[in-house]
């Protein structure tokens, strides 16, 4: 951490729920999941163009014997810097990346999860952010790629507690760093976590901010996107205030 800042090293306005497939409100486009499988599938292709980096080298011979379980993908070392709103903290040391529609986001910034009473040890953080650089097929805008992300980390944060996401319309950044596109989305739970009832909050928002960096000969667009996730309410702990979302985002710069 240096300046305040975490680099990555190694509710908004309500929204009518909806499913994979309807429109976003206040979008007036259609978020097919094709357009999510479309973002991964280039994701993958713009790690050999050099757009993403996003995963490691699987190409090196290793010596005859029993299969090895498959390395975790590795999170993009270069997306963002942050600086972590009251509150929040640095990511626990090893602490897994946050994978959205198999793109490993490199955790910058958490707001300590609740534990006590009944509920389950090694609970989820009420607030995650996380970075990664995406690369964005021809076709696909930033902005649809924000809203497809956001749908896809509301999914991924809140794992196990039938999240249900609805996705607003895309907008400017938050702040006056580099130009990029926000989008916020809210989700609603269980409120179950591992199983257990209660344990987790039954409202979060999620906000994703989108930057283009890099344009490749096929058309497609290396994206530095930065996702947070956190806490709005009904859980056993504080909520994280609304704020937080918009304040890493306007902090997000690009890394030293």
Same mark, same amino acid.
């Given at each position: ?9 190694? %509710? ?21 999941? @094709?357009?999510?499988? /479309? ?23 290793? *010596?005859?014997?029993?299969?090895? *379980? ?28 946050? $994978? ?30 996380? @970075? ?7 076709? +696909?805008? !930033? ?21 249900? !996401? ?6 400017? %950044? *938050? ?10 989305? +809210? ?42 996730? /956190? ?10 205030? %609304? ?12 890394? $030293?």
């Amino acid at each position: 951490m240096t300046s305040g800042r975490t680099t990555t090293t190694d %509710r908004p306005a309500p929204a009518t729920p909806s499913r994979p497939g309807d429109p976003s409100p206040g979008s007036g486009r259609r978020l097919r999941p @094709a357009l999510a499988a /479309a973002v991964t599938v280039l994701v993958v292709a713009g790690a050999v163009a050099g757009l993403g980096g996003i995963r490691p080298d699987s190409t090196t011979a290793t *010596p005859a014997g029993p299969a090895a *379980p498959a390395p975790a993908p590795a999170a993009e070392p270069a997306a963002f810097a942050v600086t972590p709103p009251p509150g929040w903290t640095a990511p626990t040391a090893g602490a897994p990346a946050l $994978d959205v529609f198999g793109v490993p986001f490199a955790r910058l910034a958490e707001a300590p999860p609740f534990a006590a009473g009944d509920c389950p040890v090694g609970a989820a953080p009420r607030g995650v952010a996380a @970075a990664a650089l995406v690369a964005v097929p021809a076709g +696909t805008t !930033v902005e649809q790629a924000a809203q497809a992300f956001a749908r896809g980390a509301g999914e991924s944060a809140y794992a196990g507690s039938a999240p249900q !996401v609805a996705v607003g319309p895309p907008g400017p %950044r *938050p702040g006056s760093g580099e130009p990029g596109t926000w989008v916020e989305a +809210t989700v609603r739970t269980d409120g179950t976590a591992s199983g257990a009832g209660g344990c987790r909050a039954t409202d979060g928002a999620v906000g994703v901010l989108a930057v283009p960096r890099t344009q490749a000969r096929d058309g497609s667009v290396g994206v530095a996107m930065l996702v947070v996730a /956190a806490d709005a309410g009904g859980g056993p702990g504080d909520a994280v205030p %609304r704020s937080a979302l918009t304040d890493l985002a306007a902090s997000a710069v690009r890394p $030293d």
